[in-house]
């Protein structure tokens, strides 16, 4: 890959920097869990780790310009993210030092289960039911629990983890969708900080520097795209076609031949 002309890693990038970028800012996801196949297939000889550089690099630049996009259509609940993301700090610097313990063949088989079940928990997820404006304190504080979960495991497989926090914001707390997503990627940019910054310290980086400033770059330019999309289609769409994404890369990484 580092003898590939500079210009065609741009070209390689940029594609698949606008994709995840769109789909980030669309459903609250980081993108992370979609380019970690990849990187797995085309740089076969590098670790979890070290791929999670780059996978965490992307979901940083996503979550932080979904956030600021969103934040300025006034969908983004500060308090509620700020706190989550800040308390699932411990977990997600956890769940990398635990990374460095697996294997590649039992990280992609762990991998693949995690995206199902997250695929089953919104497929069969239960009534978004009417919209809570204001969640009950134990409710709240239940949450903030759960998201220390998700912040291990979010570490632990080098994503955001905004797959699991749109959930727990939708159903849970009972957000509107398009928030739910919004303060998904606020969650998720704090903990993608944190990560990449352990991640970077102990692994240098896998990729050509110049396909990964196409990655970030096609991220800044799908973004507002996604975040425009997500205030037209409905929610019961966003949610299905964040399901259909965890299936079909779930699957791939169980049965990877």
């Not at 780790?49 to 630049?61: E, Q, Y």
């Not at 259509?73 to 700090?89: D, H, M």
């Not at 205030?231 to 049965?255: C, D, M, N, Q, T």
């Amino acid at each position: 890959m580092h003898s590939a002309p500079p210009l065609l890693l741009l070209l390689l990038g940029l594609p698949l920097g606008v994709l995840l970028g769109a789909l980030g800012s669309l459903t609250g996801i980081g993108g992370g869990f979609l380019l970690m196949p990849i990187l797995l297939w085309l740089l076969p000889d590098q670790s979890p780790g070290a791929l999670s550089v780059v996978t965490l690099t992307v979901v940083f630049f996503n979550a932080v310009s979904g956030t600021v996009i969103s934040a300025r259509k006034e969908r983004v609940r500060f308090r509620t993210g700020l706190a989550y993301g800040i308390l699932s700090l411990p977990l997600v610097w956890w769940g990398t030092y635990w990374q460095a313990t697996v294997n590649r063949t039992s990280f992609s088989a762990a991998f693949g289960l995690f995206l199902v079940a997250g695929a089953l928990l919104l497929l069969f997820r239960p009534s978004l039911g009417p919209v809570d404006e204001q969640a009950g304190r134990a409710k709240w504080l239940a949450g903030a629990a759960i998201s220390l979960a998700i912040g291990f495991l979010s570490g632990f497989f080098g994503v955001g983890g905004g797959f699991l926090f749109v959930p727990l914001l939708a159903f849970f707390l009972k957000f509107p969708v398009v928030e739910a997503t919004a303060t998904s990627q606020l969650i998720v940019g704090i903990g993608a900080t944190w990560a990449l910054a352990t991640a970077a310290l102990s692994h240098p980086l896998p990729v050509d520097s110049l396909l990964l400033s196409g990655l970030v770059a096609g991220v800044l330019v799908g973004s507002p795209v996604g975040t425009t999309l997500a205030g037209r289609w409905s929610p019961a769409v966003v949610l299905r076609i964040l399901a259909g994404l965890l299936v079909v890369v779930g699957v791939r990484f169980l049965w990877p031949e």
